[in-house]
């Protein structure tokens, strides 16, 4: 296969020979037995659209269901409408509700399984604390009416809004006295949010995790478990090793996701992920690994791609979503990279280019020939030569 040239940080560029032959091919497989992994998957724009960055998202919908469709295919579950969707970043509520009733019924009609992040960000200025409880049930309804499982997800305008840990315990109270069936938690840390420091009543992580853990043990019953997502391995097995019994953890930490979904001899968590957008049937596979008991295939299946997931992630992490479109455009999951809100600019060159060789290295790409035809595509639009 012919050489690329890929940019480097600091300028200049590297040869780079992509792999010849794909990976072994994957196929789905029973269902996932020993965790439940869900894939917060993103959302696939609609490039002839003539829209401005900031004004309401055009979806490709057909694509962006197909995309859903392949993580299912491979037996994971699909959390929908979350920040990997670029929620608040680029997808606004109308454009995520009608994300959510179009999952749902691709879901039912599948079989697959979903959840679907419940927020307020309908909410587009200052609000009072009761119109941020409005906003969480309105969303909760529409969750509930599409048959998919509520992720309540954490609110900027809580955040905003709350003065003490009291508001909080009063305003999750609210909302799982009112759920019809067990809801995810989802705290998302301010690493992939500026907006949620401070969230819980507290910039101190002691003492949020105090006031989270007391919401939960209020309300065991309505809780099915907690997606974390605060980059922090120690934090989160000290937290889940404090859930009540039968109150899942579900990882959402993208830099030690092997570590945690293996777990020790106290336990283990689930997950609940960005980073298995682009890992999705390897993830899978993974999985399968440990359904079978074997911990060492699943870490040698895994282990390899924390390098990938840690540079996606990196600072700033909430521009992650940048590189997984990118990965799903070079795997022929969609025709381009283009990005609701313009994001696909968010990234640098040298970061993407990066991201492509990593990716080809653990054999993501079904078709190598196709990846390198498009990054090279790329390459000549940013003016590299090759």
Excluded at 46 to 64: C, L, M, N, Q, R
Excluded at 242 to 268: K, M, Q, S, W
């Amino acid at each position: 296969m012919t050489t690329l040239l890929l940019p480097v940080a600091g300028g200049g560029t590297r040869a780079y020979t992509p792999r010849a032959a794909p990976p072994p091919t994957t196929a789905g497989g029973p269902p996932l037995a020993s965790r439940t992994v869900f894939s917060a998957a993103h959302v696939v724009a609609d490039p002839f659209a003539d829209v401005s960055p900031d004004g309401p998202a055009a979806v490709d919908w057909d694509a962006t269901l197909a995309f859903r469709r392949h993580l299912w295919s491979h037996g994971l579950g699909v959390a929908e409408a979350m920040d990997t969707a670029q929620r608040g970043m680029g997808l606004d509520w109308a454009g995520a509700a009608e994300l959510i009733r179009r999952s749902a019924a691709e879901a039912k009609a599948t079989g697959g399984r979903i959840a679907c992040g419940v927020g307020t960000d309908q909410l587009t200025g200052p609000a009072t604390l009761s119109e941020v409880r409005s906003a969480y049930e309105e969303q909760l309804a529409l969750v509930d009416a599409a048959g998919a499982q509520p992720i309540l997800m954490a609110s900027r305008a809580l955040a905003a809004a709350a003065t003490s840990p009291d508001a909080y315990l009063e305003t999750y109270g609210h909302l799982l006295r009112q759920a019809s069936a067990p809801v995810i938690l989802h705290w998302l840390g301010p690493m992939f949010d500026p907006a949620l420091e401070g969230y819980w009543g507290a910039a101190d992580l002691d003492a949020a995790t105090e006031t989270f853990l007391e919401v939960i043990a209020a309300h065991p019953d309505k809780v099915d478990g907690i997606k974390v997502s605060l980059l922090d391995a120690d934090r989160e097995i000290a937290l889940r090793r404090r859930l009540p019994d039968g109150v899942r953890c579900y990882t959402g930490d993208d830099f030690n996701y092997p570590e945690l979904i293996a777990g020790d001899d106290h336990g283990f968590s689930h997950a609940l992920l960005g980073i298995f957008d682009p890992l999705g049937p390897l993830a899978a596979e993974a999985v399968r690994a440990l359904d079978a008991g074997d911990v060492k295939r699943f870490r040698a299946l895994l282990d390899p791609t924390v390098e990938l997931s840690r540079h996606l992630f990196q600072a700033p992490t909430r521009y992650y979503k940048t590189g997984v479109v990118m990965l799903a455009w070079l795997a022929g999951h969609q025709t381009h990279f283009t990005m609701v809100g313009g994001l696909q600019s968010a990234r640098s060159l040298p970061h993407l280019a990066r991201a492509y060789e990593l990716a080809d290295g653990l054999g993501l790409f079904p078709d190598p020939a196709l990846a390198a035809h498009r990054m090279r595509s790329l390459l000549t639009v940013h003016g590299v030569p090759q």
